[in-house]
């Protein structure tokens, strides 16, 4: 037993860089080209072998290796151990006979940037490598002694036909490479049914996507070996995948590369980025465009009718965008989108989805056939006398098929509501409107009406409210609600968001120097709450290619600067669904809405302190408490209007507010929802 295993273990210990660091190690990519968390499932596959995790806090791992594997694994848990070290932990590990006593441990040291040695026995070694040992001796007994290795490996052969080892990195015949990728182009409707075989199969290979990346890892493989190469193929298209052939790809790769320069070469909308060039054109570029978007066909008419063929399941056009630099767009919407602009270049019919439709009303009405037009009309109509929430797509359909200025379509829709009366009631949305106008006339309150622009909208009832409201709209003017019984108003405020570039942090995960997105500036407010400076970073690298809530941090200092205005104050009620758990009995959703919408809290303010918690998806989060340990406030803010690139509707987080205390605390981890 002695020399046929070997023992190895390790301790990592992140308490000291925090939840952060912990977060974005797994994600490390190691000199081999993968990342720490394939690894981790790697070895998890090896028998004898352990790896857990403590509280978040800690990763262990420990386990019997044939000795003739020994460099192999050593040097893997080396690397995994650097990495942590790299973001603060503290990482120790060694590998021992499983009998005796005379073996060192390596432990990482901070100043030398290396492992040094140290003896197992050593105060700054965290783990009981002598208790590690006594346990992997129990384990080794029980694997039995090592089958004996064949004389030679069974050889591969490669698609030239040579034959090639199974641990062969390239063909000596054909130069192909076997570490090249395999990308996947297609993928079954069930494909999430048929990953678990897949995967498990894979594994047997020695290769281990990714849960985390694009199609759990599927999207893209890196093989590398020839028996990894030449036998996932295999596999893939087994469970129904296909493959998306190199010079395919490279072909792909270009025409994103193409792609990319478009927003500087046709500039529509202001933006030099993607995604919101794609965005503007779909949702708000109009027929002051079309000149612009005519010379895009005409110069562009091969890539854009190439670009159709892109599909939401075919992972291959996502991989070619990445890869020519192109993370963020939903690149499924580009095949939808250059049909658009070939019709309204005159070389396409118009698309079968709402949205196109409407895109190529908006740009080039004179494509779309009268029938549609009436059809849309129709519909858009019946939706928006059903619901208020519809009526902006109602405003909208009468914009682009009828020509109508917006000021002038809102008019005869007003109009129609006055026209009614008891005997011949207004319908649901005609009323709606009718109340808000109102609303909005005396007493200033906000008027939306998505997809209109707010700025448009407001311009468009101005104009009406100037000309002259129809007299029979009077009788919609709302009563008064007061809020449940059973639900209490709390203390909150709302504060403004300041722009600076310093003081500048340190990403965690790549290192960058990074400025703040945003300050907010909290004065002392009574004798219940101290002044606070906050500031909310986010790493603008890191987020691009995943934008999670471990990219954010929240930094507190006490204190705020001389002149820092006092917020604004408002009482906070809860929203919809946390006050139907409040009230038992006799709910009515509809008047709290209401009651909501009067008092200003239908919409969520961009920043919140104190008030109601609402809806996320940890609410234990909420609580965990700071590290003063002093009683916190909630924090909430909009991650949009503060610029960031997290896609969550809101983040919360715990934050000290104590007066007099000089370190105040702030929570680790955010709570998104």
């Known amino acids: 037993m002695a020399t046929q295993y070997k023992g190895i273990a390790a301790r990592l ?36 072998f352990e790896v857990a995790s403590s509280s978040g806090w800690f990763v262990e791992l420990q386990g019997v290796v044939a000795a003739s594997d020994l460099d192999s694994i050593a040097t893997q848990v080396a690397g995994l151990a650097a990495a942590a070290a790299a973001k603060g932990a503290h990482a120790e590990w060694a ?106 199969r894979l594994h047997e290979l020695g290769l281990h996507p990714d849960p985390a990346a694009s199609y759990q890892g599927f999207a893209e493989l890196h093989p590398q070996n020839a028996k ?9 298209r087994d469970v129904g995948f296909t493959l998306l052939a ?41 027929d002051a465009d079309r000149t612009m978007l005519e010379k895009l066909v005409a110069e562009r008419g091969d890539t854009l009718r190439a670009l159709q063929a892109v599909e939401r399941s075919r992972p ?103 026209k009614t009366n008891e005997k011949k009631p207004a319908p649901e949305g005609l009323a709606w409107l009718a109340q808000h106008v109102l609303a909005w006339k005396e007493e200033g309150r906000k008027l939306q009406m998505w997809p209109l622009p707010e700025e448009e909208l407001e311009r468009a009832l101005k104009e009406v409210v100037k000309a002259g409201l129809p007299a029979g709209l009077a009788r919609f003017r709302e009563e008064k609600t007061a809020a449940p019984p059973g639900i209490e108003g709390r203390d909150a405020w709302s504060f403004e968001v300041h722009r600076v570039k310093t003081p500048r942090v340190r990403c965690p995960e790549c290192g960058a120097s990074i400025a703040p997105k945003a300050e907010l500036r909290i004065p002392k407010v009574g004798k219940a709450m101290g002044a606070r400076t906050v500031r909310i970073y986010e790493c603008e690298a ?33 929203e919809v669904h946390e006050a139907r758990t409040l009230v038992k009995k006799g709910f009515d959703e509809k008047r709290y809405r209401l009651f909501l919408e009067q008092n200003g809290l239908l919409e ?9 918690a609402g809806l996320y998806e940890d609410p234990e989060q909420l609580q965990i408490g700071v590290k003063c340990k002093h009683p916190s406030e909630l924090l909430h803010f909009s991650p949009q209007a503060l610029g960031l690139q997290l896609p969550a509707s809101r983040v919360a987080v715990e934050l000290c507010v104590t007066p007099g205390c000089k370190k105040p605390g702030v929570a680790e981890e955010v709570s998104t929802g």
Not at 136 to 146: F, H, N, Q
Not at 228 to 236: D, K, M, T, V, Y
């Open 228 to 236: 990894q190469a030449l036998g996932a193929p295999g596999i893939l």
């Open 542 to 574: 890191c987020a691009r290619e995943e934008p999670t809530s471990d990219k954010l941090q929240v930094r507190v200092e006490a204190g705020a600067p001389r002149g820092t205005k006092a917020p604004a104050h408002f009482v906070d009620y809860p």
């Open 604 to 612: 969520r303010r961009t920043v919140k302190l104190g008030g109601y």
């Open 13 to 48: 210990n992140f308490t000291g860089p925090g939840r952060a660091a912990r977060k974005a190690w797994p994600k490390v990519k190691l000199e081999n080209g993968r990342s720490v968390a394939e690894l981790l499932e790697a070895l998890k596959e090896r028998p004898a």
């Open 316 to 418: 291959g056009w996502s991989t070619a965008a990445a890869e020519a630099g192109e993370k963020r767009a939903d690149v499924s919407l580009l095949g939808p989108l250059m049909g658009v602009l070939l019709t309204v270049a005159g070389q396409a019919p118009v698309g079968s989805e709402a949205w196109e439709l409407q895109a190529v009303l908006r740009l080039a009405p004179e494509r779309v056939p009268a029938s549609r037009k009436r059809a849309l009309l129709a519909q858009a109509e019946k939706e928006g006398l059903a619901s208020g929430a519809r009526l902006g797509h109602w405003l909208e359909a009468i914009r682009w098929v009828e020509r109508r200025n917006l000021a002038d379509a809102l008019s005869s829709l007003l109009q129609r509501a006055a």
């Open 246 to 286: 190199p010079e395919e790809f490279e072909r792909r790769k270009t025409l994103f590369e193409d792609v990319l320069s478009w927003p500087r070469k046709f500039p529509l909308g202001g933006s030099k980025d993607l995604r919101e060039w794609v965005d503007y054109v779909r949702e708000r570029a109009w």
């Open 95 to 200: 590998h021992f006979p499983l009998e005796g006593e005379a073996f060192l441990c390596q432990v990482w040291d901070g100043k030398r940037k290396k492992f040094v040695a140290a003896a197992p026995e050593a105060r700054h070694v965290q783990a009981d490598y002598r208790f590690i040992q006594k346990g992997l001796r129990e384990v080794a007994k029980k694997l039995g002694a090592v089958p004996p290795r064949a004389s030679a490996e069974r050889r591969l052969e490669c698609g030239c036909g040579a034959a090639v080892q199974r641990t062969d990195t390239r063909c000596a015949s054909c130069g192909r490479s076997f570490k090249e990728p395999l990308r996947v182009d297609a993928v079954p409707a069930n494909w999430e049914e048929a990953l678990s075989s897949a995967r498990k």
